[in-house]
């Protein structure tokens, strides 16, 4: 069905790693230098055992990005929020956006147009949203996912209000990395050499990778990722255009949004000339 998570692959992992983390993370980077792992499997698995340390206010989509429409607001206008931003599903709100009633999908209102029996209200048709804490974890978010059959749950702050939206795809980009389908633009390559000898790397290539290819030394206790080095760098994720000196190096944030760092351009940082 279209609305159930692989129920079999969050299962699997969800048993896999409630172990020791530290354990299973030597054991994956050993089986990675022994030839077992290739790099991709080393990230993917490296992924899915950080997703028991993060919380779903590191990955949601903060409450001012919410694409929302007003309860008040009629069908063809909600609609219309639906095809201009491509979701299959919006949150309805009453009032203002920490009062979210509802949840509509796409299809539902499809189903009604195709019957010949078009909802006088968004209310007629929308479904009883799913409202958890922003403090929870990635992994738990996980098996709620699977075990409610939802993919969207709206996230509070400790006071009730809305904090974000989080959905089944942003926890499976954790695991995988973005989604993309078929109207997307094609990605170009994680790394690139630019022609001034900067590096263009995309914000989720592994920090491993970076080292192995050009002994960048990148290294964290906490994150693996480009992207979540630098935002341990700065304590929260930077703007476009900030900069970080690391070692020999400069990381420059080339595109970020509220959420996450997307593009950095890696610049060696020219060393002082030794005295004659």
Not at 73 to 99: C, V, Y
Not at 128 to 151: A, E, G, S, W, Y
Request: some cysteine; glycine content about 6%.
């Amino acid at each position: 069905m279209e609305d159930e998570p692989d129920s079999l692959f969050s299962t699997l992992f969800g048993k896999l790693f409630k172990r020791d983390d530290s354990v299973l993370e030597k054991f994956i980077h050993s089986a990675k230098r022994d030839g077992d792992l290739t790099s991709d499997e080393v990230g993917l698995l490296l992924n899915v055992l950080r997703l028991g340390r993060k919380q779903v206010r590191e990955i949601m989509i903060p409450r001012t990005d919410i694409i929302c429409a007003s309860l008040s607001e009629p069908l063809q206008t909600i609609a219309d929020h639906l095809m201009e931003h491509g979701h299959s599903r919006i949150p309805i709100f009453q009032g203002n956006r920490d009062n979210i009633v509802g949840i509509v999908h796409a299809k539902d209102m499809l189903r009604h147009c195709m019957l010949g029996e078009p909802p006088k209200t968004i209310a007629e048709i929308m479904r009883k949203p799913l409202f958890i804490p922003d403090t929870k974890n990635v992994m738990d978010m996980l098996q709620v996912f699977r075990t409610k059959k939802v993919h969207m749950a709206i996230a509070l702050d400790e006071y009730g209000g809305t904090s974000g939206l989080v959905t089944f795809e942003d926890v499976l980009e954790e695991i995988v990395g973005d989604i993309e389908d078929e109207y997307d633009a094609p990605r170009p390559d994680d790394i690139q050499v630019l022609d001034n000898g900067d590096i263009l790397v995309s914000g989720r290539t592994p920090l491993f990778e970076l080292d192995e290819q050009f002994g960048l030394q990148l290294t964290s206790e906490q994150v693996d990722t480009v992207s979540g080095f630098i935002c341990e760098l700065a304590g929260r994720v930077p703007s476009s255009g900030e900069a970080f000196p690391t070692n020999d190096h400069r990381l420059v944030v080339k595109e970020a949004d509220p959420k996450q760092v997307h593009w950095i351009i890696i610049q060696a940082m020219e060393r002082p000339k030794a005295n004659d």
